[in-house]
């Protein structure tokens, strides 16, 4: 069975950075996609960045292009996503996610069938 445990979310200011990290336990196969999820209050859970292990591949929203990026060290199963120039509106609660499929990009939170906890983020300005 697999199992997304994430960690490192916190408070930071405006223009801070945090680290996330996903460690993931259990077979997810070879061919799978990770992403990380994040849901204000009030807002629908939305992607946020995506790696896909067939075209090893990493793809990004738009609100977080150029700030975030989505490490993954293969050999500790840990996903990482490293946000950078935080701004308030990063503040949410974060989710890892993964799915049993490759060369097919998701953004959709439902076509995603494991999934952490959550780790909250809040930005301050």
């Known amino acids: 069975q697999v199992q997304l445990v994430e960690s490192g979310g916190g408070s930071a200011q405006a223009g801070g950075s945090l680290r996330l990290s996903c460690v993931s336990s259990?077979?997810?196969?070879?061919?799978?996609?990770m992403a990380w999820f994040r849901q204000a209050p009030g807002k629908e859970r939305e992607a946020v960045a995506i790696?896909?292990?067939?075209?090893?591949?990493?793809y990004y929203a738009d609100s977080v292009k150029g700030r975030f990026t989505i490490p993954r060290d293969n050999a500790k199963n840990t996903l990482v996503l490293q946000m950078n120039s935080l701004k308030p509106e990063d503040t949410a609660m974060y989710y890892c996610?993964?799915?049993?499929?490759?060369?097919?990009?998701?953004?959709?939170?439902?076509?995603?069938?494991?999934w952490g906890q959550g780790t909250q983020v809040n930005v301050s300005s």
């Open positions: 996610a993964a799915r049993r499929f490759c060369y097919s990009v998701s953004w959709v939170s439902t076509d995603y069938r494991y």
């Open positions: 259990g077979n997810i196969g070879s061919c799978n996609s």
């Open positions: 790696i896909d292990s067939g075209t090893r591949s990493t």
